[in-house]
T-cell receptor, first 111, second 116 residues
Framework: GIQVEQSPPDLILQEGANSTLRCNFS?????LQWFHQNPWGQLINLFY???GTKQNGRLSATTVATERYSLLYISSSQTTDSGVYFC?????????????FGRGTQLTVWP | AAGVIQSPRHLIKEKRETATLKCYPI?????VYWYQQGPGQDPQFLIS???????DKGSIPDRFSAQQFSDYHSELNMSSLELGDSALYFC???????????????FGPGTRLTVL
């Protein structure tokens, strides 16, 4: 299957700081999604971004498919941003549909 | 907007018992996926259904089976439960899996299964 690597594994920030999370993947992908898993375990869709750049409020994401990486930017972080951020990619061909997840970045934002 | 519904939200079972998890996809979504997330782990793909047919199979134990019904809801049946089956089980749905386009998956809140 496709290997998905996320960095950093852990990130501790003070409220108001900015951060960049990275996702590298080992093969061509059909789609890429970013999720936020909150402390209650829910997976919240942040971005569906197989390529290009998208912005949603304080969050933005960029995927460079030809170079097999994606970046998630969080600006002016808030305590409610805490949780685990997962990158997940959808393979091509016979595994079309299933998502391969990275191990996540655990973000802690202190007031 | 309607989301993916899963039931039950929490389930406690003894070893060797059986469990059934239910998933109701977003209306008009034709594809359902099941994922398992162990403690401190990332979600792992188990199985998927497109238009009521199994479309892909991942690392799902033989003790588990699943199906998608005519109303598109899906059930994951788990037998001879083991301690290692304790996990968060997610169902996700999407609407364009057959085309491979715009196949954004939306996840339900999960069922937290504890096996004692």
């Amino acid at each position: 299957g496709i290997q998905v690597e996320q960095s950093p594994p852990d990130l501790i920030l003070q409220e108001g700081a900015n951060s960049t999370l990275r996702c590298n993947f080992s093969d061509s992908v059909n789609n890429l999604q970013w999720f936020h898993q909150n402390p209650w375990g829910q997976l919240i869709n942040l971005f569906y971004i197989p390529s290009g750049t998208k912005q949603n409020g304080r969050l933005s994401a960029t995927t460079v498919a030809t170079e097999r990486y994606s970046l998630l930017y969080i600006s002016s972080s808030q305590t409610t941003d805490s949780g685990v951020y997962f990158c997940a990619v959808e393979g091509r061909g016979s595994t079309l549909g299933r998502l391969y997840f990275g191990r996540g970045t655990q973000l802690t934002v202190w007031p | 907007a309607a989301g993916v519904i899963q039931s039950p939200r929490h389930l406690i079972k003894e070893k060797r018992e059986t469990a059934t998890l239910k998933c109701y996809p977003i209306p008009r979504h034709d594809t359902v996926y099941w994922y398992q997330q162990g403690p401190g782990q990332d979600p792992q793909f188990l199985i998927s259904f497109y238009e009521k047919m199994q479309s892909d199979k991942g690392s799902i134990p033989d003790r588990f089976s699943a199906q998608q019904f005519s109303d598109y809801h899906s059930e994951l049946n788990m037998s001879s439960l083991e301690l290692g089956d304790s996990a968060l089980y997610f169902c996700a749905s999407s609407s364009e899996a057959g085309t491979g386009l715009n196949n954004e998956q939306f996840f339900g809140p999960g069922t937290r299964l504890t096996v004692l």
